[in-house]
């Protein structure tokens, strides 16, 4: 777990992204990937860096979540004993991914998977709000 | 406080970063709960942990930590330790519990690190 | 020191506290509880961000003075209706574990009577 948030940094210092996002999405990748690890099979992290913003996608075929509203909610976690041993799953992960993004849209089905997107502006920072539901 | 008065403080030993120990560091933080540590405000405060894992360095690294200060006697692997000093994050060593090196850290001016509300997660 | 002076020293609210008198002889922080278990001893007074039932149950078990909650959201009433039970003091904080831990070491090494304990 981390794996990728520390590649995906370097990337960004590489690519002259201001500090700040490199930081805000370091952290959001840390906790996407975090619950990738803790509840699926794998999934996906897809990175796109444009001019005036960076993206991270997250999808995975894993148990989705069940209740959109709980998992928003800080401290609300379900996670293995084993995770809590590692030092994670104590809840915050999908709260503290939204609070890091200016954009975040997450969309999951029980049964089906989950997919996430968060962006991060690296001009202007507009916050645009965030959206959770039920998605194809 | 620079990374050596930390170090002399605590008793603890440089594993990886003895070129580092000038850095200055006033914010402290205590979690074994690595998720915790992810919603810290500042950066460049020391992180205080009883994890030796790679997780706990990456955590460090992802946060712009200044240095970890790992607690209870134990320690980390080799690779753990390799992959700290590449990464440029000093990584100390105490055999003092947690408790006791928070206590001391506290009290030689080391102030706590602030974290994200809960509340302003709402919405 | 007693786990009511504890109490308001360091601003803690209370959730359960049916022992207030209970003397508090040292302290330890951990989030885990096999740590806990394993380490803590009667009279510890535990700082921890876990905040389930098994925090109860083991602090029943090592008669610990005194569970602080560090900065986190409010636990599910059980937690709190449980510990009233098993006759454990559980209080909470919105301080972190670090600044917990250094203001409780400094009021036990303050006290003549005691010494602060190293665990954790």
């Known amino acids: 777990m ?106 999951s089905r029980p049964g089906k998977g989950t997919a996430i997107r968060a962006t991060v502006w690296r001009k202007g920072n507009e916050r645009q709000g965030s959206s959770a539901g039920p998605g194809a | 406080m620079k990374l050596r008065e930390v170090a002399e403080v605590t008793q603890a030993e440089v594993l990886t970063g003895r070129e580092l120990l ?9 979690a074994d709960l690595l998720s915790d540590v992810l919603s810290v405000v500042e950066e460049n405060f020391l992180l205080v942990t009883g994890m030796v894992t790679l997780q706990a360095v990456r955590v460090a690294e992802v946060m712009n930590a200044a240095a970890v200060l790992i607690v209870r006697g134990k320690r980390p692997l080799e690779p753990v330790i390799a992959y700290a000093e590449e990464a440029g994050i000093p990584l100390l060593a105490t055999q003092k519990g947690m408790f006791e090196t928070c206590g001391l850290l506290y009290s030689r001016g080391l102030r706590p690190t602030r974290f994200r509300r809960v509340s302003e997660y709402a919405g | 020191m007693n786990a009511r002076e504890v109490a308001r020293v360091l601003g803690l609210e209370p959730l359960a506290f049916p022992h207030p008198e209970a003397e508090v002889g040292g302290g330890f922080c951990s989030d885990l509880l096999s740590r806990a278990m394993a380490e803590a001893s009667p009279g510890d007074a535990w700082i921890t961000y876990q905040r389930h039932l098994n925090v109860v149950a083991v602090a029943k078990l090592k008669e610990l003075s005194l569970v602080i909650l560090a900065r986190g959201p409010e636990p599910e009433p059980e937690v709190a209706a449980r510990a009233e039970e098993e006759g454990v003091n559980l209080l909470r904080s919105d301080d972190g574990m670090f600044e917990l831990a250094g203001r409780l070491y400094a009021l036990l090494a303050g006290d003549p009577e005691t010494h602060p304990a190293e665990r954790g």
């Not at chain 1, 370097?10 to 690890?37: D, K, M, S, Y």
């Not at chain 1, 709260?95 to 997450?106: I, S």
């Open chain 2, 22 to 30: 000038e850095r200055e560091v006033d914010k402290g933080c205590g």
């Open chain 1, 2 to 107: 981390g794996a990728v948030s520390t590649q995906i940094r370097r990337i960004l210092r590489e690519l002259g992204v201001e500090p700040e996002v490199v930081r805000r999405v370091g952290i959001i990748c840390f906790e996407g990937e975090t619950n990738i690890a803790i509840f699926t099979k794998g999934g996906r992290i897809t990175l796109m860096v444009w001019d005036d913003r960076v993206e991270l996608f997250f999808a995975d075929n894993g148990p989705g979540i069940e209740d959109l509203e709980l998992v928003r909610r800080p401290g609300y976690s379900t996670a293995p004993d084993w995770a809590r041993e590692l030092g994670f799953g104590a809840g915050m992960g999908i709260p503290n991914m939204e609070k890091n993004a200016d954009t975040f849209v997450l969309r």
